[in-house]
């Protein structure tokens, strides 16, 4: 079976996460990995602060707390999203308001978002799908004209490029994941980058149990979102390698670009002109031309020995988010039908032009 993704960890991996455990360093709380890996990535984002968390969910949950939503508050999000965009917002008792995609990059639709703001509207997530940024210029020049607090999800995009600005540098705050099937990885693990000192401090406190001085006295009602320092060392080492894993990801899409670009019925991801798009999956839908369903195609590429994913269930067909008393579960025909026919290839930056060829071969075959 050829997997959707397999991460790409080296001797130098071992050794890091070795170290760390020779010297002690197990906990958030000893050690120089994880201070090392918050100001590297945070630097590399653009961004003064990193706070480290234990996982990308978390990250969103903390973020949201930080931003001081709570109930009655509602919080704009892509509809086309893992669930774990909406969770942070609703954990925290906001009410997630999908903004549905547009055609072009799957990402949520800048021009929707102005209707959808009310009096109630507090903060917007965009997710940068896929790896394709949203247009963060456009988004931040709204969100400051309707004083919204803007929180990147960025699980999928580290390393993608706004006019040569890095995803995460725009919004109040930005999440990123390290799960197994990111662009780099901690196992579990994520991360909040901020420019804001106060922002910054906020998130570590909560980050910590709300612990203050004297030590066992709370004043906040934190949480236990400490990343190790062993993963630490982990992502400090995948992180100095993070534009070779980028460059193997934009190879493996330009690969599957020529081969499958002319295949009839198959709409491949695009790269806007002020983009640098790092191709976290790559995506693709299956249009009625093909001849197949999506299903369909992924049924027989599975029996080739293929792995495929689906795209996300959009928010706005979500039970648990539909079951909030007054949630818009409806208005998003584009991420509906992103649903119904997308599905994503092997992506993993290993992946060998033979193992190209014999995707691409068997999605051709499928159609014949």
């Known amino acids: 079976m050829i997997p959707v993704f397999e991460p790409l ?13 020779r010297r002690g360093e197990i906990s958030g709380n000893f050690g120089t990995y994880l201070d090392r890996f918050e100001k590297g990535f945070a630097e ?8 480290a968390v234990t996982s990308g969910t978390t990250a969103l949950h903390l973020a949201v707390d930080a931003a001081g939503v709570g109930e009655g508050d509602e919080v ?14 609703y954990h925290n008792g906001g009410m997630p308001v999908p903004v549905d995609s547009e055609n072009l990059t799957w990402n949520l639709d800048l021009d929707l978002i ?9 903060a917007i997530i965009p997710v940068h799908l896929f790896g394709h940024p949203v247009d963060m210029d456009r988004l931040m020049e709204i969100a400051k004209r309707h004083n919204l607090v803007v929180i990147e999800d960025c699980a999928e995009s580290h390393g993608a490029t706004v006019r040569g600005r890095m995803t995460g540098s725009f919004g109040n705050m930005a999440c990123y994941s390290f799960y197994a099937n990111k662009v780099i990885t901690t196992g579990e693990g994520g991360m909040v980058t901020t420019n804001d000192d106060e922002l910054a401090e906020r998130l570590r406190l909560l980050r ?36 070779q894993i980028i460059a193997d990801k934009r ?3 330009a690969a599957y670009n020529s081969l499958l670009g002319k295949v009839p019925g198959l709409r491949l991801p695009v ?36 792995e495929t994913r689906t795209f996300f269930c959009p928010m706005n067909q979500q039970p648990i988010l539909k079951e909030m008393p007054g949630f818009q579960s409806d208005g998003c025909p584009v991420a509906d039908g992103l649903w119904e026919r997308g599905l994503y290839l092997p992506s993993a930056p290993s992946l060998s032009d033979e193992k190209l060829q014999y995707v691409t071969d068997a999605i051709v075959k499928a159609r014949s």
């Not at 102005?114 to 507090?122: D, G, S, V």
């Not at 203050?212 to 006295?217: E, L, M, N």
């Open 251 to 253: 190879r493996v899409a």
């Open 9 to 21: 960890i080296g001797d130098q991996e071992i050794t890091y996460v070795t170290d760390a455990l």
């Open 271 to 306: 790269e806007l002109n002020w983009a640098r798009n790092v191709y976290w999956m790559y995506a693709l839908t299956v249009e009625p031309e093909f001849g197949l369903t999506r299903d369909e195609l992924a049924s027989r590429l599975a029996k080739a020995g293929i």
């Open 44 to 51: 590399y984002c653009g961004c003064k602060h990193g706070i």
């Open 114 to 122: 102005e209707a959808l703001i009310t009096p109630r509207t507090k």
């Open 76 to 89: 704009l999000v892509s509809a086309s999203t893992n669930i774990a965009t909406a969770l942070g917002v």
């Open 208 to 243: 910590n149990l709300g612990f203050t001085k004297p030590r066992f006295r709370h004043e906040v009602a934190g949480y236990n979102f400490r990343m190790t320092s062993y993963q630490a060392a982990m992502g400090l080492a995948q992180f100095e390698k993070i534009e």
